[in-house]
């Protein structure tokens, strides 16, 4: 008798088993194959189903791993205090800050150890959603070739260039392997002369260094038309890349003796904005607050107003020596007095619902002083009241000039294992999704 001719319990028992089975063998089949190149810290439940796929930035389709990582829908806009995409769903950017192109050596840290996929992907499991990727203008104007041995482990692109790959190439292919493991990806014009940031060297406090002195001392010097063609040069090859959300304009604006006023930052950034809405209308303009991203308490007065409306995201960075305006920094401050200077300073845009602030740098060491303690304590408390978006400085292990170790650094030296302290589980209380399960030694 056919299968489907018995009668009774068995045989329908036996028809749905068989359904079933046809059901599952069909979706299995439609799915993508395991990728076995995923590092060996993802446990198999946690590793991806298909392969990052990357087009020409003109034809780019959003990847396999942007689908099961993070559920936005480009493009972007700002409503309020939130950032929101197309489905009018809140997101809120998780970010980690890769550091080394706006260095001496012109290219993101790392890649002498392990390829760039390899790095975006730890970034993606450690539990972030996006990047701060800086760069320098030096980097851009000159766009030096790279000395091999800093990419010793991603040889294909010196055999792509003959033996001869500059600092925009890897810089550009960086930012690919980030979106095409579904980070979302902020590139920031982070220092004019190329080196670690951020001091009371006059060349590089500001947009533009074309004042008279400027001229004769600066290694580097630039004019703030200049500054606006940088920005169009690195971001021109990512018109086409919805998840590259944006710019974030230039790093901790600051004069000496507070000789940098908000009107004129406002008014440049007004300008660069419109530039470079021109390449894409759908980027964000993230714009920091001057005071070294302490202050922005002119936009109360004076707003940065763009003729594409729902762009501006502000930006603010806090770390424990900060707190202008008082004797005592963050590391010595009661919670009460810490939150009253967050607030004044640009806590105010959110709770007022009028524009979305991320805070795109602060952290702290591994071994942190008392103080260290105090102030990160505050500051993952007040983050979490005021729930906004964040941006740790840094993934780094290692500073590029001298080699000496980032105590704020979140892997180990050969970018493979991630120190799992206490930073990370504060991060998640903040939203942060790790989808590892390795912990290192030490954590």
């Not at 749905?16 to 198999?44: C, E, G, N």
Request: hydrophobic share 40%.
């Amino acid at each position: 008798m056919p299968l489907f001719q018995r009668d009774g319990i068995v045989g329908n028992s036996i028809r749905l088993l068989v359904i079933a089975a046809i059901l599952f063998i069909t979706i299995r089949s439609a799915l993508p194959k395991k990728d076995s190149q995923l590092p060996d810290y993802v446990s198999k439940s946690q590793k991806l189903i298909g392969r990052s796929e990357r087009r020409d930035s003109s034809q780019f389709v959003l990847p396999d791993a942007y689908y099961y990582n993070i559920s936005i829908h480009p493009p972007l806009r700002t409503r309020g205090p939130h950032i929101i995409d197309s489905a009018n769903n809140i997101v809120k950017l998780k970010s980690v800050n890769w550091y080394g192109a706006s260095d001496i050596y012109y290219i993101p840290s790392g890649l002498d150890k392990q390829p760039r996929d390899k790095i975006a992907a730890l970034i993606r499991d450690i539990g972030f959603n996006s990047v701060r990727l800086p760069y320098s203008d030096e980097m851009v104007m000159n766009n030096p070739p790279i000395n091999t041995s800093l990419l010793a482990a991603n040889w294909d692109l010196v055999k792509a260039g003959g033996g001869v790959v500059k600092a925009l190439e890897v810089f550009t292919a960086v930012v690919e392997s980030l979106t095409a493991a579904g980070l979302m990806v902020i590139v920031n014009d982070h220092i004019t002369q190329a080196g670690w940031c951020c001091g009371a060297n006059p060349c590089d406090g500001r947009w533009h260094n074309d004042w008279f002195g400027g001229r004769l001392m600066c290694r580097v010097s630039q004019s703030q038309a200049q500054w606006i063609n940088n920005w169009e040069t690195i971001m021109r090859p990512f018109v086409g890349n919805e998840l590259v959300i944006g710019a974030d304009l230039r790093n901790e604006v600051r004069g000496l003796w507070g000789t940098t006023y908000w009107d004129r930052w406002a008014a440049a950034a007004e300008l660069a904005s419109e530039r470079l809405l021109a390449l894409n209308p759908n980027w964000l303009m993230f714009v920091e607050g001057v005071s070294s991203a302490n202050d922005l308490t002119g936009v109360r007065t004076r707003p940065v107003r763009l003729s594409y409306p729902n762009r501006v995201v502000y930006s603010a960075h806090v770390y424990c020596w900060s707190g202008w305006g008082s004797l005592q920094p963050f590391a010595y401050r009661t919670y009460d007095s810490f939150a009253a200077t967050m607030r004044a300073n640009w806590a105010y845009l959110l709770e007022g619902n009028i524009a979305p602030v991320w805070v795109g740098e602060f952290g702290t060491s591994w071994d942190p002083s008392q103080g260290d303690w105090n102030y990160w304590a505050h500051l993952i408390k007040y983050l979490k009241h005021v729930d906004a978006g964040w941006g740790y400085w840094a993934i780094n292990p290692r500073k590029p000039e001298g080699n000496v170790t980032e105590t704020y650094g979140l892997v180990e030296d050969g970018w493979t294992k991630v120190r799992w302290d206490f930073r990370l589980e504060d991060l998640r209380e903040l939203g942060l999704s790790p989808r590892l399960l390795y912990r290192s030694p030490e954590g």
